[in-house]
């Protein structure tokens, strides 16, 4: 066995290990919701007045009486304890784009001394955490503690397990004592209040009169990999930073995509099976299951749901990935790219519109040149894309998806529209005068008599599009697999209450100036395709070619997190946020220095682990190597035989390079300041990362060179092939 001792004790481990379990008795279906507190869990213990309150609040969006809410309490305490729970926990999403709870005893004792189980309504709306001790961006002094968290009924409460007791979890927002947002979840469901509104303008003005609220419903793909635990506690940088910071490129890597879709290792499909239990008794609709392109690379992907409901369902997913894997001694990584040269992990968001009365707003239908309604939505993307392409762009900022845009493995950092062949045709008809006929279906012949005809869509599917249309939705290829659904969603919603309200007021005055209705909606559409059609693009997102053609139509190519979160600042994004009741400018501005602020901490961390694996590990591994081969020369001189020994002095001119990088990567880190985040972010992007990587590229190639049995580090090869 080679490697390093720790290296042969993580691979002996990783080979012997034994996945232990009991089965799974009940069938699957049976267990999908058990641990929610569902509207059917409701209306069993609700009174009926109450039931209809809280049920027109989740489904039509319309105002709770404040007063039901210990009703509520009662039936859902309750079914908590019937379910074990001992304590309930207000969960809520700070800025860290993690999950944050606190938990609470049912239990209060009374004046004899026993013990009541307690929980009022007053507790079910509102509960205190500290406000000072998470990401606020200003908003709130180290010594301003005080902060809010309030029942987010739209969302159900569920039961968190654990071998020891359970939790009852109420989904919350975050709010500051000043009444700012200091979380997710509240500027998603104002901009999902937001867009709703200028929606059902739009399907008043076509004529509608049965109208529902309008929401957004999303689907993510979640893609991430899996290594045995033993090689991550064996990786000090995956520990403290998720990615790798050293690591030379395996022999074999993804190059013959014979991984992707391939046969699922019977140990990953045991986490995958139960991974989906444990989802589905949360009623999170777990749908697909694969491999991915690279090795150690899965995804997992969901039905679609209220965006709301979608954003508290994929933060819960996160977590319990990570749970289920340790049980079977493995480690899920979420990291957009943990393994460099090695296909990232994104987060497609899947979206679209829709309601109970009109269905799916985004469905062409079989003539989409006909379907008037469709168009409009379509053209209101386009034109929200066009115009809020840096938003869109700063909304799926992190130091670790920068890693990933652009890199032909995911969307570029030009943020463009694909719409396929058949609506691009459409569209290119309208700007031309007026669409008269839709491309067709076609039939695939096989020529394999017992293989039925396969249908075959009317355009192709684009995967370096990071805004594409898909059928009957539009999918955010860019999002990366650690971040938080909600600000996609919150700027895809922002665009969209832009758009609609632009629509809905175009129309309204079109048709007061007497002209007729499907005039005024050709007029429309070919405005918005000539203004905003530059941002359609159905080619290769990952030529050089579009670089430079999206430069000549003027689409932003924001690379960076520092570059992406300048948009923040510019007049349309500040107006659209405030002007829709999304986010006020100083809760704008506070969300841009946590960006930053997080952007610079993340590369700061990972400067400080990559200076110390270096000096601890990397150096003395190879001195010794070096010490080996210099004894090695000696004895062959002494010997009689004249060499030059070229693999010793390579070594040692590559140990001398990565003691150079190592003092001007010290140096990078000593001189790491700034007066503002901005300032710490351009100095991390321009100082620390060349530095990071001018060390990294020299102990790669040493890794290549130094003897097995003293590399320190687990390998790519190992810790992507050996599960």
Not at 16 to 45: H, I, S
Not at 499 to 528: H, P
Not at 663 to 670: Q, S
Request: contains cysteine; hydrophobic residues 40%; charged residues 25%.
């Amino acid at each position: 066995m080679s490697g390093s001792m720790s290296r042969r004790q993580a691979i002996e481990a990783v080979t012997t290990y034994e996945v232990e379990t009991d089965g799974f008795p009940e069938p699957l279906a049976d267990t999908f919701g058990r641990n929610v507190f569902t509207l059917g869990v409701m209306k069993n213990r609700l009174p009926k007045h109450v039931f209809k309150a809280v049920s027109a609040t989740i489904d039509k969006g319309a105002p709770l009486d404040p007063a039901l809410a210990d009703y509520v309490a009662v039936a859902m305490k309750d079914w908590a304890i019937e379910k074990g729970a001992t304590h309930y926990a207000h969960v809520f999403y700070p800025l860290t784009g993690f999950t944050a709870e606190k938990h609470d005893s049912f239990l209060e004792p009374d004046s004899s001394g026993a013990s009541l189980a307690e929980f009022q309504g007053k507790t079910l709306l509102q509960g205190e955490p500290d406000a000072s001790s998470f990401p606020n961006g200003g908003l709130r002094g180290t010594f301003e503690a005080r902060g809010y968290t309030g029942w987010d009924v739209t969302s159900p409460a569920y039961i968190l397990e654990n071998p020891n007791g359970n939790t009852l979890c109420i989904p919350t927002i975050f709010i500051s004592w000043t009444g700012e947002a200091l979380d997710k979840k509240t500027p998603l469901l104002r901009s999902q209040q937001a867009m709703s509104k200028q929606a059902m303008r739009v399907l008043e003005l076509f004529g509608h009169t049965d109208i529902d609220t309008v929401v957004s419903y999303a689907g993510a793909e979640q893609e991430y990999f899996l290594i045995d635990r033993h090689f991550y506690f064996s990786r000090p940088d995956l520990m403290s930073t998720n990615r790798t910071l050293f690591g030379a490129k395996p022999s074999k890597g993804q190059e013959f995509d014979d991984h992707y879709f391939g046969a699922i290792p019977d140990r990953v499909l045991a986490f995958m099976i139960e991974l989906d239990r444990e989802l589905f008794k949360q009623g999170i609709p777990a749908k697909t299951r694969h491999n991915e392109v690279a090795p150690g690379q899965f995804e997992i992907a969901p039905v679609f749901e209220k965006s709301n409901l979608a954003h508290d369902h994929q933060q819960l997913m996160m977590t319990t990935m990570k749970k289920v894997a340790e049980r079977y001694g493995m480690v899920c990584l979420l990291h957009e790219k943990p393994f460099a040269g090695v296909n990232g992990s994104g987060k497609h968001v899947n979206f679209s519109l829709g309601n109970s009365n009109q269905g799916n707003l985004l469905n062409p239908g079989d003539t989409p040149h006909e379907n008037e309604q469709f168009l409009v939505f379509c053209a209101a993307i386009i034109r929200g894309v066009h115009k809020f392409g840096g938003l869109l762009r700063s909304s799926i900022a992190s130091a670790s998806n920068d890693h990933r845009l652009g890199a032909n493995e995911a969307p570029p950092a030009i943020i463009s529209i694909f719409l396929g062949d058949q609506l691009a045709d459409v569209f290119d008809q309208i700007a031309k005068g007026g669409a008269k006929e839709s491309k067709q279906t076609g039939v695939l012949e096989l020529g394999v008599d017992p293989l039925p005809p396969l249908k075959a869509d009317a355009g192709d599917r684009n995967r370096t599009s990071p805004f594409a249309f898909t059928g009957n939705r539009f999918e955010f290829r860019a999002p990366g697999s650690n971040q938080s659904i909600a600000d996609p969603m919150i700027a895809i919603n922002a665009m969209l209450a832009d758009s609609l309200d632009y629509v809905a007021t175009f129309l309204e005055k079109e048709l007061s100036d007497g002209t007729e209705f499907n005039s005024a909606v050709q007029k429309l559409l070919s405005d918005i395709i000539v203004e905003h059609g530059k941002v359609v693009f159905n080619g290769n997102g990952y030529s050089d070619e579009w670089q430079e053609e999206a430069a000549s139509r003027g689409l932003l190519n924001l690379r960076t997190t520092v570059d992406a979160m300048a948009q923040l600042d510019e007049p349309a994004i500040k107006s659209v946020m405030s002007d829709y009741g999304i986010l006020s400018n100083r809760e704008l501005e506070a969300r841009k220095e946590v960006v930053l602020e997080q952007y610079a901490l993340a590369l700061l961390v990972e400067a400080k682990e990559s200076l110390e694996i270096a000096k601890t590990m990397i150096l003395p591994a190879t001195n010794r190597y070096q010490g080996e081969l210099a004894a090695t020369a000696a004895s062959l001189k002494a010997a009689g035989v004249e060499t030059d020994h070229p693999v010793m002095l390579t070594v040692t001119k590559n140990l001398k390079d990565l003691y150079t990088a190592m003092v001007t990567l010290e140096e990078a880190i000593d001189q790491f300041h700034g007066d503002s985040v901005e300032a710490e972010a351009e100095y991390a992007l321009k100082s620390l990362i060349p530095a990071m990587t001018e060390v990294r590229e020299v102990a790669d190639k040493l890794e290549t060179m130094v003897a097995d049995d003293l590399w320190p580090l687990p390998t790519y090869h190992e810790m992507l092939t050996i599960l």
